[in-house]
């Protein structure tokens, strides 16, 4: 079983800046990619970025330039640095974990676990 926490989600003004967290724990914790994900109030989650174990990065069109992913193995954890925030990006944010190789990590069906949210607030 792995255990996601994310933190750092809060209230802030439209072009402040937010670090998200996500610490991964588990007994044998792998990770091919671990990902960030939101959903707004009355719409689906949707996907924000990725980052795979490698390194390398994917982003939606909609975050590319403002939002950073990252990621420290040593620790087990992603971060998620957002700039330039819009009240768009408002939403709960949440981690995941994929453990099985699927070629595209873009969809909530590559992921094997879940973190609990945490509340991104952009007011205008």
């Known amino acids: 079983q792995v255990q996601l926490v994310e933190s750092g989600g809060g209230l802030v003004q439209a072009g402040d800046s937010l670090r998200l967290s996500c610490a991964a724990s588990g007994r044998t914790f792998v990770s091919y990619a671990m990902g960030w994900f939101r959903q707004a109030p009355g719409k689906e989650r949707e996907f924000v970025s990725h980052?795979?174990?490698?390194?390398?990065?994917v982003y939606a069109d909609s975050v590319k330039g403002r939002f950073t992913i990252s990621r420290d193995n040593a620790k087990n954890t992603v971060y998620l640095q957002m700039n330039t925030l819009k009240p768009e990006d408002t939403a709960v944010y949440y981690c995941?974990?994929?453990?099985?190789?699927?070629?595209?990590?873009?969809?909530?069906?590559?992921?094997?676990?879940w973190g609990q949210g945490t509340q991104v607030t952009v007011s205008s």
């Open positions: 980052i795979m174990w490698s390194g390398s990065t």
């Open positions: 995941a974990v994929a453990q099985v190789y699927r070629g595209s990590y873009v969809h909530t069906s590559s992921y094997d676990y």
